[in-house]
Every structure is written in structure tokens, then in C-alpha cells.
């Protein structure tokens, strides 16, 4: 008995058998995946500003995640953030390997740094790091306790390549902040426990001392000058 033959089997002119019909659309489909990458990455290539903005766009999404992590004292987070070289000037923070204790100091003495807006600040004709400039106001437990509003004129700096913070610079306004609470905080200190400034404080720097000891000072004198604010 003569088999039917099907739709798919098919015979060329020189007598060789044709790929059944499904087959040949099953091979067209790797070859239209190839050309869509293709045209994509000349696409890509003559509008390199695509890219760029990209950079620009993980750039400020990378610094909010930065400054988040500092205000939930999320050590693991800013860390991986953070180039291993990356020029770090947090205030007090010096250098990576600071951050960490750092963010203890931050704890101790009630710091928050609100940020109002992150904006890549070069253009995309400039070179692979992307600027970005935060926009922050400060405040913490002296700055509380005296009534003050946050201080929105302090800024964080920072250089972002591929996704890691090669440079983390932070500015405090000079005025109001440091002069009112800062001050006034220090002023108290001085005369409450002048015994443990030395411990407390770099002052070939002028910044706080972050060892364990001193941020438990940092600590202690904060609770103990807010009690004394609120009498």
C-alpha cells in the first residue's frame, strides 16, 4: 500500500530530499535574532548619546542608593557602591576603609543627610565618569534638640564609572549648621569634659576621632547634652 505523501517531504531537482517546510522557518528565526542585535548595535553606535545618558541615568540611581544606605547605616551596601580606590572625604569619613565607622559616628550623634535631588551635572560628550551632584540638607540630635530646621545647603560630589563610586566628596554649609549647632555642641563639651577632647578628636584634622572608644564618648555626650538642652 502506497504511503500519502505529506506536506513535508519534499524532493530538489538533482534528487535530494528538501528540509520538511517547519524546519526551514525553525532556522530563520536564529538568523532574525542575529540581524535585530546587529541593527541594534549600529544603532548604538551612531548614537553613542543613548549610551551615555544610560550611564548618566545608573549614575544618579547609584549615588541615591549611596546616601540611603548612609542615613539606614547600611554599611554593606555604600560599601559595594565604593571603587576600592575611591577618594572618600565624608566628613568623617577619610578613606574607605573609614566608612564603617563612620556610620557609627553618624548613629552616635543622631546625623541625617535628607537628600533633595541628584542630578548628573557633566554632558554626554564628556568622558566615561559621570558627575553627580546631591543635593542634601543636614540635621542631628544637637541641630534637633536647639529647634533648628535642616541645613539644605550642604552638597555630596561624586564620580560614578561603570556603576562604582570612584569619588565621594562631601560639603556642609559654613554658616548656620556649623556655627549653631556644631558649635554650640562643642562649647558644652569643652566645658562638661574637657578630659576626653583628646580621645574625642583629630585635631591635626579637626574631625572626629573614629576609634570605638570615641565614638562611645560621641555617643554619650550626645545624649547627655540633649538631656541638658531640654533641662
Known amino acids: 500500500m502506497r504511503r500519502q505523501s505529506s506536506s513535508d517531504d519534499r524532493v530538489k531537482p538533482d534528487g535530494t530530499d528538501e528540509p520538511p517546510r517547519r524546519w526551514r522557518r525553525l532556522r530563520v528565526i536564529p538568523a532574525l535574532?542575529?540581524?535585530?542585535?546587529?541593527l541594534a548595535a549600529l544603532v548604538l553606535a551612531q548614537r553613542p548619546d543613548l549610551v551615555k545618558e544610560g550611564s548618566r541615568q545608573e549614575a544618579v540611581t547609584v549615588?541615591?542608593?549611596?546616601?540611603?544606605?548612609?542615613?539606614t547605616r547600611d554599611h554593606e551596601t555604600a560599601r559595594s557602591l565604593l571603587a576600592d580606590t575611591a577618594q572618600i572625604s565624608m566628613n568623617p569619613a577619610r578613606s574607605v576603609d573609614e566608612m564603617e565607622m563612620e556610620m557609627a559616628w553618624?548613629?552616635?550623634?543622631?546625623?541625617v543627610m535628607t537628600n533633595n535631588g541628584c542630578t548628573a551635572t557633566n554632558s554626554l560628550s564628556e568622558e566615561d565618569s559621570v558627575h553627580v551632584l546631591c543635593?542634601?540638607?543636614?540635621?542631628?540630635?544637637?541641630?534637633?534638640?536647639?529647634?533648628?530646621?535642616?541645613?539644605?545647603r550642604g552638597a555630596l560630589t561624586l564620580d560614578v564609572?561603570?556603576?562604582?563610586?570612584?569619588?565621594?566628596?562631601l560639603s556642609l554649609a559654613p554658616m548656620s549648621f556649623a556655627n549653631e549647632a556644631v558649635s554650640t555642641f562643642e562649647g558644652w563639651l569643652?566645658?562638661?569634659?574637657?578630659?576626653?577632647l583628646e580621645e574625642m578628636y583629630l585635631y591635626q584634622e579637626d574631625l572626629p576621632a573614629l576609634?570605638?572608644?570615641?565614638?562611645?564618648?560621641?555617643?554619650?555626650?550626645?545624649?547627655?547634652?540633649?538631656s541638658a538642652q531640654r533641662g
Open 33 to 38: 535574532a542575529i540581524g535585530v542585535l546587529i
Open 63 to 71: 549615588s541615591e542608593r549611596f546616601i540611603e544606605a548612609h542615613n
Open 106 to 111: 553618624l548613629e552616635a550623634t543622631g546625623w
Open 135 to 152: 543635593s542634601l540638607a543636614h540635621e542631628n540630635a544637637w541641630s534637633r534638640v536647639m529647634g533648628q530646621e535642616p541645613d539644605t
Open 161 to 169: 564609572v561603570s556603576g562604582e563610586i570612584t569619588a565621594a566628596i
Open 190 to 196: 569643652a566645658e562638661a569634659h574637657p578630659d576626653d
Open 211 to 226: 576609634t570605638p572608644e570615641s565614638i562611645a564618648l560621641w555617643s554619650r555626650h550626645t545624649y547627655e547634652f540633649v
